[in-house]
């Protein structure tokens, strides 16, 4: 029996006690492979159980260096404690021992925005951006850097990327009409803040724009 596969089936059922069953046994069976213990270490960050968590992480990379999801599980806990510095060393460490998919990439992004790092954190948004174009955060996130670095054009890009993917993304329209009052489109951008605040009446920075916008028109 596949003890690991079966305790992965049973944490996306969100039985996690029998999970937590399954992952000791694959362990016991075999207690020096490390993806018994990633695999430990994630179900108790399921249930809040991070600073066990992060002991099992260090025990699957005490047994192989290159464990990648071990690292990326140090990240997260990290990330979730807002301790960006070290969530940041940890995704980079997951991804040179090579684990290349867009979460990691998109983590790792959002780790240097909260350091105030837009710059750094640019290519790896755009690159999560790459590996799954239906991404809504990662398109708005990004979005939301290229503004921060002053690339007004290219943001309302990923602005207007993300309404397609979620037309009731407030926060879109938001930052698309500051982009438009930006650009000297007070009409425009006024009919942005009228959407983020059909979408979410009590979006009190689009509430505050349209405010200025009328003004602004009168």
Known sequence: MDYNAQGIQYMQQGKYEEAVKCFHEAIEKQPNDAVGYINFGNVLVAVGEEDKAIRFFHKALELDEKAATA??????????????????EQFERAIQAGLTDGDVFFML????????????????????VELNERDVEATFQLGLCL?????????MTYFERTIQLNDEHADAYYNLGVAYAYKEDPQTAHTMFEKALAIQPDHLLAGHGKKLMERALQ
């Open 147 to 155: 503004a921060q670095l002053q690339f007004v054009d290219e943001a």
């Open 71 to 88: 690292y990326y599980g140090l990240g997260s806990i990290y990330y979730n404690r807002q301790q960006f510095e070290r969530a940041k």
């Open 109 to 128: 992004g959002m780790s240097l925005m909260y350091l105030e790092q837009p710059r750094l954190a640019m290519p790896y948004l755009q690159r999560a």
